[in-house]
């Protein structure tokens, strides 16, 4: 057992946590992060790009109106305005680090346009290598920075609490070991909860062990209810499933049934290109409808495929597929988490000492539905806001004194572990996935109580408490909006149009 003070402690290597611990000056920062460097992070996955509105004839005005509309009326205005305000900077901020976007020849940024954005403006590296560019640049800074320490293979168990305010985690070392760390403030940038789901577009680190740490914390929660699906990811039975990024859409691509028939025109103005939710619930329906749905890229990328989109492209060439003479199969799967931790625009929780930014976080910016690669730019915005605020408030040293000894009963995530987890997520997918109903959610419930009452891995624990408070918030949202769809409550409410937050503690005294 080990422990350290005077420290900021940053739980999480994607973009936001590497954001975040650039941004810091004077300060030692330890990053602790429970995959090697450069895997387990969604941000290293990421296709499309950086939302920012610097393109000829759009504005920020007109970035904030599309988030608003694709959030489905219940984003925070402020945060919206927020991290849109800030996306050039931020864009600045990469391009600081080594980042390189692309350009047209004119030496314009070289935009690409997204499902539900008004203009082209997504900025990106290497057509789709835009998570690999942005990741390497950053890990290349922060190797050079003295004052930053990234541990990779550590997973946090715990935050640790002393009179109500956060002073630091348990975390598990490569090795089995525990270890109490001590900071003066704790950064959660732990990523989101795709891998709850069997289908996804997410790494398997992606179960919510950030938010199941400040639920246990007793942090505010938020939009836990509002999980989005990607419509186009490849069905060719990999798990997680390898993403066909919008773009392809945005570029002219069309979906496809195996009847050869266009089927988005009929129910969306935007076609192919409506918002995410809209679409992948009409892939879903023409699946479960006995259908096999395709992404048809041969007319509209076609022989240019390699050199626009490499990253399909390989992903492709692994499966043996040609796109630029066969259609992709495809299938929505979990791929963002609007909800999680709240935090207020400095990145602060409800809990003195905790900072949340990236997809863990609650920020209010995504509402019902994130807005396509608002995502990235959200977690830069608040990475560094999470930093500036830590290094503007006076850091005192913790006043507890540790104690050797272990809290953890540490049950190992053994095969019998890794059954259970698998079924989890097979129900997710059935029971609290892109359609929804109180009879399966209150079957999904159920079974989670059952798992609940037997001894569980951390890992399986984690998700079985992630996977409940989503589905209670689903409960009770008796309404239809953005990526929540039940059939038994088809429809907006009006009475619905607001967000809903509560703790776990709350949570298990309604139950
Ligand atoms: C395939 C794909 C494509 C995407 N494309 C885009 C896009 O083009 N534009 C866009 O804006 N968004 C995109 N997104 C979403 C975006 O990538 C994510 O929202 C964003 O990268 C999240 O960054 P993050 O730093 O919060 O989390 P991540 O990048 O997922 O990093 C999470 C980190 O936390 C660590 N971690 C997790 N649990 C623990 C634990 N218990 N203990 C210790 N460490 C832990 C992980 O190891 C990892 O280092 C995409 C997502 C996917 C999956």
């Given at each position: 057992m080990t422990h350290s003070q005077d420290t900021v402690i940053v739980i999480g290597a994607g973009i936001a946590g590497l954001v975040a611990a650039l941004s810091f000056k004077g300060l030692r920062v330890d990053i602790y992060a429970n995959a090697p460097m450069g895997q387990g992070t969604a941000s290293n996955w990421s296709q499309g790009g950086v939302a920012a509105a610097i393109g000829p004839g759009d504005s920020a005005a007109i970035h904030i109106q599309d988030s608003l509309i694709a959030a489905a009326d219940i984003a925070d205005r402020t945060a919206v305005e927020f991290i849109v305000n800030k996306a050039r900077d931020a864009i600045h901020f990469l391009e600081h680090q080594g980042v390189v976007f692309d350009h047209n020849a004119d030496g314009q940024y070289a935009l690409s346009r997204e499902a539900a954005h008004s203009f082209p403006r997504v900025a990106r590296v290497k057509g789709d290598l835009t998570g690999p560019g942005i990741m390497a640049a950053l890990q290349q800074q922060i190797k050079q920075r003295p004052d930053i320490q990234l541990h990779s293979g550590w997973k946090i168990l715990d935050l640790i609490m002393h009179d109500g305010r956060i002073i630091g985690a348990f975390l598990l070392d490569p090795n089995g070991h525990v270890h109490r760390k001590l900071a003066t403030a704790v950064i959660l940038a732990?990523?989101?909860?795709?891998?709850?789901?069997?289908?996804?577009?997410?790494?398997?680190?992606?179960?919510?062990e950030g938010i199941a740490a400040a639920a246990r914390a007793g942090a505010l929660l938020s939009d836990l209810e509002f999980v989005q699906f990607h419509p186009t990811t490849m069905a060719v039975g990999l798990d997680p499933s390898p993403l066909a990024t919008e773009a392809l859409r945005g570029e002219g691509a069309v979906l496809i049934n195996d009847q050869n028939e266009r089927f988005m025109p009929s129910i969306h103005p935007l076609a192919e290109l409506a918002p995410r939710d809209v679409v992948a619930r009409a892939i879903f329906a023409q699946i479960k409808s006995g259908h096999n749905v395709f992404l048809d890229c041969r007319a509209a990328i076609g022989s240019g495929f390699a050199e626009k989109f490499p990253k399909v492209f390989a992903l492709c060439q692994n499966i043996g597929l040609d796109p630029v003479v066969t259609p992709i199969p495809v299938e929505p799967a979990a791929h963002?988490?609007?909800?999680?931790v709240v935090t207020d625009l400095s990145g602060r929780?409800?809990?003195?000492g905790l900072w949340a930014c990236g997809?863990?976080?609650?920020?209010?910016?995504?509402?019902?539905?994130?807005?396509?690669?608002n995502s990235l730019l959200e977690a830069i915005v608040f990475g560094q806001a999470a930093a500036t605020d830590i290094m503007n408030i006076r850091m005192t040293k913790s006043p507890y004194a540790p104690r050797?000894?272990?809290v953890i009963n540490y049950v190992p995530h053994d095969v019998a572990m890794q059954a259970k987890e698998l079924a989890l997520r097979a129900m997710m997918r059935d029971r609290v996935g892109v359609i929804r109903h109180a009879d399966d959610l209150l079957w999904a419930q159920a079974e989670l109580e059952k798992l609940r009452q037997q001894n569980l891995s951390h890992r399986l624990g984690n998700m079985v408490l992630v996977a409940g408070m989503i589905i209670h918030m689903a409960l009770e949202r008796k309404e239809s909006r953005g990526s929540h769809y039940r059939t038994d409550y088809p429809n907006l409410d009006q009475a619905w149009c607001r967000r809903q937050s509560t703790t776990m503690q709350n949570l298990m005294e309604a139950a």
């Open positions: 732990t990523g989101g909860v795709g891998y709850l789901y069997k289908n996804t577009s997410n790494p398997k680190t992606a179960i919510g963002y988490h609007m909800g999680g929780t409800s809990i003195d997809e863990v976080a609650c920020t209010g910016a995504h509402g019902a539905n994130r807005l396509a690669s050797e000894t272990s």
